[in-house]
């Protein structure tokens, strides 16, 4: 499932739009995104403005929000939010200049905001039924079959298995 898929979850609502991976200076952008900091910060003037990071599975952007400060109070980190506005490039880095926003108030699926492994999930399906299938020990095998017979257990599983390298090896 590439980024290139803007609505996972067949609902209007959730369309994520662009992709943080794909944003160029000079484009126009709308979408969803994970809010990974917010802050309220002064211009040199004195004026208050509303200054984000912003995350999909793609990656990661700042944003500015020069009339936005009072949308600080309204989110926090891990708010998902819908904008829209312009990508510019300050200080050698790509940010967004907000136009409009809203917090998003529904539950989003993850998949748009967990970075993908190295393998598709089918892969991974496949993996996992292999692995609780060679399990010899009928309480452990059991376990792992009810475990993962769990459908919604299943896809949160499959969605973020676990990070790229165990610790301690």
Known sequence: MGPEQTNLYDNPALDKGDWVGSLRPGMGVRGLFAVAQVATKMTKAGQPFLSLE????????????????????????????????SVDEYMGNLQIRLSDLEVVEADVPPGYFVPEGPQDR??????????????TAPHLRTLLEKVFGDQERLREYLTAPAAKTASGR
């Open 54 to 85: 912003l995350r999909d599975r793609t990656g990661s952007i700042g944003a500015v929000g020069w009339d936005h400060a009072p949308w600080a109070e309204r989110m926090r980190v891990g708010s998902v939010i819908r904008l829209s506005g």
């Open 122 to 135: 089918e892969t991974l399906r496949e993996r996992l039924d292999a692995t609780i299938g060679g399990v």
